[in-house]
């Protein structure tokens, strides 16, 4: 089934156009996922041997105190699904086979995934995987119109393919006043449940300021740059007093820089 397109309007009455992650792609990237746990598997089963036995020896397994075994079963599920939601919560939806298939995993309502769906939809990977080799999930993902199996359905997840951003051959105003104060991303650390509290008109306010910026005199600019600072910045748990006009006006365009990756797609 081929990858489709699919329309999502956001509680900020926001049109988003997002490319549907079909089998193939999620197939992937699964398999890439179940390699890198499957490397943390043996190397906990070995690490374990070796406390147990002192020696690499497997067949050990087989006369271990049953307590023992079972809690190493019980972790061994909780780092497989926890590899799952942790690396999709904290990551805007990707895990490390995602990020290189160029997939994510988003609410159905476009924004990111809070950390009781990305729960839901790896806990239920269990359900997915039966009979066996992940069959019911493969066919649900296949024949689904959105390409969902259980966990999505359950969760209200969907994968997309990440948007590109517009690429341009000429650096536009603000990207040479960027590049020439050597900002960058790095500069400054925003929490991750203050990049999650940012909504499209919070997007749409910074994305003007820093296409004004440069076309203002100094005075303007410098009005400008407190009315937005003290706008925006208290949001994202940033202090504003005590801090020079400059200071305030290269966070606004760290925090430009930051939100641009979410935000600045080509729809």
Excluded at 1 to 29: H, W, Y
Excluded at 129 to 142: D, E, K, M, Q, T
Aim: aromatic share 10%; charged share 20%.
């Amino acid at each position: 089934m081929n990858d489709e397109q699919i329309g999502i309007k956001t509680p900020e009455f926001v049109s988003l156009q997002f490319q549907l992650a079909g089998l193939g792609s999620r197939s992937a990237a699964f398999i890439i996922d179940q390699l890198i746990l499957t490397v943390v598997n043996i190397s906990v089963l070995i690490v374990l041997a070796i406390f147990y036995t002192r020696d690499i020896d497997f067949f050990a397994f087989a006369g271990m105190d049953s307590l023992i075994l079972g809690l190493a079963i019980l972790g061994l599920f909780i780092v497989n699904t926890g590899y799952f939601v942790i690396m999709e919560y904290f990551s805007g939806g990707k895990t490390i086979g995602k990020r290189m298939l160029g997939i994510r995993a988003i609410q159905e309502n476009g924004h990111s995934l809070t950390l009781l769906s990305s729960f839901i939809r790896n806990f239920l990977r269990v359900i997915d995987s039966l009979p066996a080799g992940y069959f019911l999930g493969i066919v649900l993902i296949f024949f689904h119109s959105k390409h969902k199996r259980i966990g999505d359905l359950v969760a209200g997840t969907i994968v997309v393919h990440e948007r590109q951003t517009k690429k341009q051959n000429k650096q536009t105003p603000i990207e040479k006043e960027i590049a020439m104060k050597q900002l960058a991303k790095e500069d400054l650390i925003i929490e991750d449940w203050a990049l999650r509290s940012i909504g499209q008109k919070d997007w749409k306010l910074i994305e003007t300021y820093s296409n004004r910026l440069t076309q203002l005199s100094e005075n303007e600019r410098s009005e400008l740059t407190e009315k937005v600072a003290n706008l925006l910045l208290p949001k994202l748990g940033l202090e504003v007093s005590g801090k020079s006009n400059l200071e305030l006006e290269n966070t606004l365009l760290v925090i430009y820089l930051t939100l641009s990756e979410e935000w600045a797609y080509e729809l």
